[in-house]
């Protein structure tokens, strides 16, 4: 039996959507590759976002934008927060960016209850 003419535009249709659909996702759907700078924050903040001394807040998974302004707020003084201002020093607001992404494409780890009843 032959299909009908109709069936075929919708499955024309529905292929060139997919295709289309595939060539417009977010460009940043892959992960960002590890930023030249990332060395100083991960003594405090750990590598993958995880806090490595207490006091240090977890990065892992906050949103992109929320990193980025907070880095220019500390980089800029207007978080006065002389440690992370030492830390951030002159980066430039592209370095700034490439960490935001870094840290808020890590995954946040719940660590588990071992030993706890």
Do not use: F
Not at 33 to 52: D, F, I, W, Y
Not at 78 to 98: H, Q, T
């Amino acid at each position: 039996m032959v299909q009908p003419r109709r069936h075929t535009w919708l499955v024309r249709t529905l292929a060139t959507a997919v295709l289309a659909w595939g060539a417009l996702a977010p460009a940043h759907a892959a992960p960002p590759s590890k930023p030249a700078r990332l060395g100083l924050c991960a003594a405090c903040h750990g590598e993958t976002g995880m806090a490595q001394i207490p006091g240090a807040p977890n990065l892992a998974g906050q949103k992109l934008d929320y990193l980025r302004e907070a880095l220019k707020q500390y980089r800029d003084g207007r978080r006065n927060v002389p440690l992370m201002r030492a830390a951030i020093g002159p980066v430039s607001d592209a370095d700034l960016d490439e960490l935001a992404r870094w840290y808020s494409a890590q995954t946040l780890s719940v660590p588990s209850n071992q030993g706890n009843p």
